[in-house]
């Protein structure tokens, strides 16, 4: 069904105009009329017309007014002008406000009922188009709850950081700052601590859904984690690095809002703790600032600025340039960490460069942190007595040169270590993953079923695919599959679409498209070609 308005202050006209349709398109068009602009803007509110003929020339508002009144409330309507009037200046105005066509009258029937078909292909296309995007909204609705549970766990959780800029492009992150908030539920409070039973536990399993809605309509930047047992940790987007006090007011207010709405909706008890902004590589230390400040017995909502959760560096201590040398050696990035250990290193011999015991003490420091980094990404093997040697090794440095030597050579052999340790992880799993496309390629296989086979995550296996082989999967995986298609159809016994299915192409028509787009030759072609050849 289809809604058109017709607006004209000749009686004739509109009677003419509705026998036309009523006639022609036998109950397809709904039709409504109105003899002035005023009644045709007021119609519009509540008929929503799909396509509107307007008269110019009316009285009190004009056919223009009511054009631009319509738009500003029904955006997709189609407009068509009537008018005894071939004036410039009105055919300028209506091609302004984006009229379909201006047309004169007398106008003829058929003139009538072209028009009307032209306007129904594209009233289709735009709701073609509206249907695509609701669709598209519909699968974005069912999928951002997953890239967003993935990315929190990913930052607060793993010690692997490679596929942050993934997941940051997804979900259109810009921001180079961020921070943690730590939502905990519960059924019950004792001794100012919640405790929450298994009922509570899958209750709010049950209204995850909900939960999101409310807290995305109190910030929607809010990245939401899931549900680990009894709290949710969202990671919140910031511009800037530094939390200024009225924001960090404004902040709590927030929250306080945000908890006495989900405590009214969804009958549990809620406290939230506030993390400090931090870098994203460095999230894990607002995480667990945030879930220190839950634990506050003081305030509902406690952020750990008010509270005194760990100790602070000194003012000159570069504590950012210290966790990016520790990020390049969790990498396996050589060439950043020795730019960031000589850094760091100069900055210890500026700090005080006759204090020799000191430089030992954070040298010896910081080879121990990265070796615990390099246990957990697989790099050692940890033995109890391993490093007997290394303070006998530090209290025999007779100078501040000797020191760095010794710093720089245990921390380039880490993180060689880990670098090797990534590439035959890397190389190991693509190497598994080919594998399996080869075996399985002329089946319906996805990347999250390659994914899946070697598990790792999507995401991560698109990007390392890419990097090992040099084309990313469906590239590879149509490739394999053309080859395939080429030598079954060489053998003229096979049907063509017989050769299509055993090469992973079930759908004929979807086969020759693919096939043409990357030979140049439909199969037939290629088929008939390789006969003249022979």
Same mark, same amino acid.
């Given at each position: ?268 008890? =809620? ?5 400090? $902004? +931090?870098?994203?590589?460095?999230? @894990?230390?607002?995480? #667990?600032?945030? *879930? ?114 010794? =710093? ?5 052999? $880490? +993180?060689?270590?880990?670098?090797? @340790?990534?590439?035959? #992880?890397?190389? *190991? ?106």
């Amino acid at each position: 069904m289809y809604r058109l308005l017709i607006a004209d202050d000749e009686g004739i006209m509109l009677e003419s105009l509705r026998e036309i349709v009523s006639q022609h398109y036998q109950g397809s068009i709904e039709v409504e009329t109105a003899k002035s602009g005023r009644t045709a803007v007021e119609l519009a509110e509540s008929f929503h017309p799909d396509i509107v003929f307007m008269d110019i020339q009316m009285p009190g508002i004009n056919g223009l007014e009511a054009i631009r009144a319509i738009r500003a409330f029904n955006s997709s309507a189609l407009f068509y002008i009537l008018s005894a009037y071939d004036k410039f200046d009105y055919a300028k105005s209506a091609i302004a406000l984006g009229v379909e066509k201006y047309l004169m009258k007398p106008i003829s029937r058929k003139t009538v009922i072209e028009t009307i078909d032209e306007a129904i292909v594209k009233v289709d296309g735009i709701r073609e188009k509206h249907s695509d995007q609701l669709k598209m909204q519909e699968k974005l609705e069912t999928v951002i709850p997953l890239v967003e549970n993935g990315f929190v766990t990913n930052m607060l959780l793993s010690a692997d950081s490679q596929d942050e800029e993934y997941y940051k492009q997804l979900l259109d992150i810009s921001e180079p700052y961020a921070y943690a908030i730590v939502v905990q539920f519960g059924t019950s409070e004792e001794n100012g601590r919640l405790q929450c039973t298994v009922s509570g536990r899958l209750k709010a399993q049950e209204c995850y859904s909900q939960v999101r809605a409310v807290i995305k309509s109190f910030s929607p930047r809010a990245v939401i984690g899931p549900i680990m047992s009894d709290r949710i940790t969202m990671i919140i987007p910031h511009p800037d690095e530094i939390f200024e006090y009225d924001e960090r007011i404004r902040s709590i207010e927030r929250m306080r809002g945000l908890l006495s709405r989900l405590q009214e909706q969804f009958g549990l008890k =809620f406290r939230a703790g506030i993390g400090r $902004i +931090t870098r994203f590589q460095d999230l @894990r230390m607002s995480y #667990q600032e945030a *879930s220190a400040a839950i634990q506050d017995s003081r305030s509902r909502i406690a952020h750990t600025d008010d509270l005194v959760t760990h100790g602070r560096y000194e003012d000159n201590y570069p504590i950012e340039l210290e966790r990016d040398l520790l990020a390049s050696i969790r990498s396996g990035d050589s060439d950043g960490m020795s730019l960031k250990a000589g850094q760091f290193f100069d900055w210890i011999e500026e700090k005080d460069p006759d204090d020799l015991n000191s430089m030992r003490l954070k040298a010896l420091e910081l080879v121990l942190r990265a070796e615990s980094d390099a246990f957990y990404a697989g790099a050692v093997d940890y033995a109890y007595n391993y490093r007997k040697d290394y303070l006998q090794q530090v209290n025999a440095l007779a100078s501040a040169d000797e020191v760095r030597v010794w =710093f720089l050579d245990h921390m380039s052999t $880490i +993180t060689s270590g880990i670098r090797d @340790r990534i590439e035959e #992880q890397s190389e *190991s799993t693509v190497t598994k993953a080919i594998k399996y496309i080869q075996e399985n390629f002329t089946k319906e296989i996805s990347l999250d079923d390659v994914s899946r086979e070697v598990n790792v995550s999507p995401y991560y296996f698109s990007k390392l695919f890419k990097e090992e082989v040099g084309k990313n999967f469906i590239e590879y995986i149509t490739e394999l599959r053309i080859d395939e298609a080429k030598k079954l159809l060489r053998d003229e016994r096979l049907a063509i679409r017989e050769a299509g299915a055993l090469s992973g192409y079930p759908d004929q028509n979807y086969f020759s498209r693919i096939f043409k787009k990357q030979t140049g030759m439909t199969p037939r072609q290629f088929r008939d070609a390789g006969k003249e050849n022979s």
